[in-house]
């Protein structure tokens, strides 16, 4: 029975009963030590309804990766067989029980997801997870990954932690001290013998903790208790323990340093200290652990700890030592014995330590390796070692998502060496950690000097560097910083399989030149690279993907992303999908396939939340607060004002340039010229102007002037888009020319000339030319004429969502004399979340809900999940009557 837990106890059974009918989620429980937590885990396991799965952290386990994730998931392995291959790779590698794979720490946490639904399948499914502050990283980042997608799932995560703890999107559920009447009636369960004034002051000291109210009556010192709980506790363990023999005070040491409850191992390692094997018998007479099923279970955390902590140094030292020889055949587990058994700087058990770090990498144990790392540097005493081990631990620092301690640990290295090739790796790292959380100007500045360093030693390190200069300072709107990398790569040695990057940078470089004639060359050099790079490995693909969407060329930048998410897709590759993403969705703004963009950015935007890339969140939301402005959505727009507040100008100007583009075509399409027009000449003042969609809104800059009665503002943008269309020769952005150009000269017939440049590669560019001819032919009376190119463009408007502009057209429809102007039409597939839309795309092609979840990294439930809300939104009932919508 448990005391004074009625309102825990009632929230959790409904959150229970949900889960049980298919709505699964997760709670951490948190509370000081000894407060109830556990207790109330096993209250929750007591039900037959649920398959029950459940770990324990460990203090001293944390340093081993997936340790956690190896218990809990040991019941539901059989399952293992049934999910997308990537995942199950990727899960037995992380679970040491296949080759080691490579940074998929995504894929495991998704891996938890499909192999908990799998077993949900046989009938809800309960995890039970105690001492989560304990959690090895990995694990906890797995296990928070899956709860925060189980809302499909038969499945409740309930986790249980020490009061500070906290795992990303997990509700939280405090523990209070029991009251007075609960405090009371659980110890005179437990105790119902104590005489009064002992009582009376175990009720004082306990203060409501009911572990409290459980031990200290065991425990009589004469005198009350002056320290705070859970010392107070710890010393009652200690004095217990104090009680037991010799021998059984070790053997409970080394069953408390032996951190995954393993009899086997804690027997082996008694046996080198002397120990007999029954020596363990007198603490399991006391409670203090339980011996079954070849495990030793501590009754309580605060037992091992006091068992631990309570031993003299010596003898800590020797239980660790006797462990790594009994854990001989488990050389991860052995080092880090060995670790805590050094007393000082000890070159073979850093190495050892060094391998079982790269192991765990392997394995997508990344913080731990770092923390492996750590502690091998403490244990290596040559400086040149130190500085190599900690660049390493920072590199992989950054591949963790733990930015803050790569940094410090690239400080640490660089104030160790003078190797320009270690200095190389650190600037690698710092700029890595600039590039996601920082200024890309400062990535040119440490890259650049990390080249100059290293060039002499490593041309090809150096090349490398400086071309991620170049392209971070293109981003940053700087075309003086990448002229500079440009230079210094063609300062190198000579060497042919970099010239294609030098004269691609250099053709880069050329559509910033005032003269068309040499713009024009640009454009040409980085046409030619795509067609020579677009069938190329990832890196040079995605390379020259992002020169096409400089250049204009949509189509190719949109067929060479697509090909590559759907290999990211397949091989695993999760790390890739943002970036590609975000490529593939900026092409598709700009071909005017607004609900793939919104599709893609959605995706972009999920995944780089998961895999901690915040540059790339932000690049994401500024794309999908485009499409938001497009649709008149204005909260849907908010973000970019968020990103343009992590990511200014100055520090990301290809954001920044999206996020002002995006806020003024909301002001743009709501009729609020003289803001649209002042954000985007603010905006094209600075290094925004140097970036593709600063050319691009050099359009609406024009509309905007000329709607608000300023023609002589429109110049400028003018001229800048002239010149840039003169460059790019590409038909649509010569027509997008002609139509600025009838806007400040009052020429319609260049309206004309417009439209039949512009055909439909930009719809929404067209549909706006349509516009603007057919109000200009109405002022000019032509109001016959004026009503077909307005009924054409609300059908072009209505058909891309941008309700704002399909509005303005009615109402020209109606001032041009249209009797009956259609309202807005009902749009099916413009009710569904981008998720659910694609979803439905894929179900429409015959894909099965396992299929689908393997693609877009799903569980099958989550799927159909989607799919129910779906079909009602569409009008449908069946699987086979999506093929025959229009889902564009």
Not at 514 to 522: F, S
Not at 735 to 753: E, F
Request: a negative charge; one cysteine or more.
């Amino acid at each position: 029975m448990l005391y004074g837990r009625e309102r825990e106890q009632r929230e959790l059974g409904r959150l229970l009963a949900e889960a049980a009918s298919g709505r699964g989620g997760a709670v951490m429980v948190l509370g000081e030590p000894g407060g109830g937590k556990s207790a109330l885990l096993r209250w929750a396991g007591s039900g037959q309804e649920f398959q029950v799965l459940g770990c324990t952290g460990v203090e001293s386990e944390a340093e081993l990766p997936f340790a956690a994730l190896q218990v809990l998931l040991s019941g539901a392995m059989g399952h293992l067989p049934g999910l997308p291959g990537p995942q199950a790779e990727a899960l037995r590698a992380a679970l040491g029980l296949a080759a080691e794979g490579g940074d998929n720490r995504f894929l495991v946490g998704l891996a938890t997801v499909s192999l908990l639904a799998e077993l949900a399948a046989e009938g809800p499914v309960l995890c039970l997870v105690d001492d989560a502050q304990w959690l090895d990283r990995p694990s906890a980042e797995a296990l928070a990954f899956a709860a925060r997608r189980l809302m499909a799932e038969k499945v409740f995560l309930l986790f249980a932690a020490r009061e500070g703890a906290a795992l990303p999107g997990v509700p939280e559920l405090a523990l209070k001290r029991l009251d007075a009447t609960a405090a009371r009636a659980l110890l005179a369960e437990h105790a119902p013998d104590l005489p009064v004034h002992i009582r009376d002051r175990v009720l004082s000291e306990a203060d409501g903790n009911p572990l409290a109210l459980l031990e200290l009556p065991k425990t009589d010192d004469g005198e009350p208790g002056h320290l705070p709980l859970p010392h107070r506790l710890q010393d009652a363990y200690q004095q217990r323990i104090g009680k037991l023999p010799a021998p059984a005070r070790n053997a409970l040491l080394v069953a408390a340093a032996e951190e995954s409850g393993a009899l086997a191992a804690t027997l082996r390692a008694m046996t080198v200290l002397g120990l007999a094997a029954d020596a363990l018998a007198a603490a399991e007479g006391e409670g203090l652990i339980t011996v079954a099923e070849q495990t030793v279970v501590f009754r309580h955390p605060l037992i091992r700890t006091a068992a631990y902590r309570g031993a003299p140094f010596t003898d800590r030292l020797a239980a660790h030592a006797a462990l790594a020889d009994a854990l001989a055949g488990d050389p991860d587990r052995a080092a880090w014995h060995r670790a805590a058994a050094a007393t000082g700087p000890d070159e073979e058990v850093a190495a050892d330590l060094e391998a079982a770090a790269l192991r765990a990498r392997r394995r997508s144990g990344h913080a731990t390796a770092v923390t492996a790392l750590e502690r091998a540097v403490r244990l290596t005493s040559e400086e040149a070692e130190r500085a190599r081990r900690l660049v390493l631990a920072a590199e992989i620092a950054v591949d963790a998502g733990l930015p803050d301690r790569a940094r410090h640990l690239a400080g640490q290295a660089s104030r160790l060496t003078e190797d320009a090739r270690v200095l190389a790796r650190v600037a690698t790292v710092r700029a890595r950690v600039e590039f996601e959380h920082g200024s890309l100007r400062t990535v040119h500045e440490v890259l650049v000097a990390a080249a100059r360093q290293v060039a002499p030693l490593a041309a090809d390190a150096a090349a490398s560097m400086l071309a991620d200069a170049a392209r971070a300072s293109w981003s940053a709107g700087d075309p003086g910083r990448v002229a500079q990398a440009h230079r210094m790569l063609e300062m190198l040695p000579p060497d042919p399989s970099r010239d294609k990057l030098v004269a691609s940078i250099g053709g880069a470089l050329k559509l910033y030149s005032d003269d068309a004639a040499e713009a024009a060359e640009g454009v040409a050099l980085l046409r030619e690279h795509v067609a020579q790079g677009r069938n190329g490995p990832p890196g040079l693909r995605l390379n020259v993907a992002s020169q096409a969407l400089l250049t204009g060329d949509y189509d190719d930048t949109r067929d060479i992303m697509a090909g590559l998410a759907e290999e990211s897709r397949a091989s695993g590759a999760v790390g890739w999908l943002p970036m590609v993403l975000c490529t593939l969705a900026t092409a598709e703004i700009n071909l005017g396939r607004h609900r793939d963009a919104i599709q893609s950015a959605s995706e972009a935007l999920r995944i780089a939340e998961d895999t901690g890339q915040p540059s790339r969140m932000a690049h994401a939301e500024a794309l999908l607060a485009y499409a938001a402005a497009v649709r008149g959505d204005e909260p849907g727009t908010r973000p970019a004002e968020r990103s343009l507040r992590r990511f200014p100008a100055h520090a990301n100007a290809l954001v920044a340039a999206w996020c002002e583009w995006a806020l003024a075509l909301l002001d743009l399409g709501r009729g609020r010229y003289e803001a649209a027009l002042d954000r985007l000449e603010t905006a094209t003042c600075g290094p925004i102007r140097h970036v593709g969609p600063g050319v691009h809104f050099a359009a609406d800059q024009v509309e905007a002037a000329v709607r608000l009665g300023r023609p002589e503002r429109a110049a400028e943008p003018l001229a800048r888009l002239e010149q840039w269309a003169a460059a790019a020769r590409l038909p649509w952005e010569d027509g997008l020319v002609l139509r600025c150009r009838a806007l400040t000269s009052g020429d319609g017939s260049l309206y004309v000339r417009a439209l039949e440049l512009q055909g439909e590669v930009r719809p929404f560019e067209r549909a706006r030319t349509e516009l603007l001819y057919g109000e200009w032919l109405r002022r000019e009376r032509h109001k016959a004429e004026a009503r077909t190119h307005l009924r054409e463009a609300l059908e072009r408007f209505e058909r891309l969502g941008a309700a704002p502009w399909a509005e303005h057209a009615r109402a020209e429809l109606r001032a041009a004399g249209e009797s009956s102007v259609p309202t807005a039409t009902a749009d099916a597939a413009a009710q569904l979340t981008p998720q659910e839309l694609q979803v439905v795309r894929l179900a429409a092609t015959g894909a099965t809900n396992k299929e689908i979840a393997a693609r877009l990294f799903l569980s099958p439930k989550t799927v159909g999940h989607h799919l129910y809300r779906a079909f009602p939104k569409l009008g449908v009932s069946t699987r086979t009557e999506l093929a025959r919508l229009s889902l564009e």
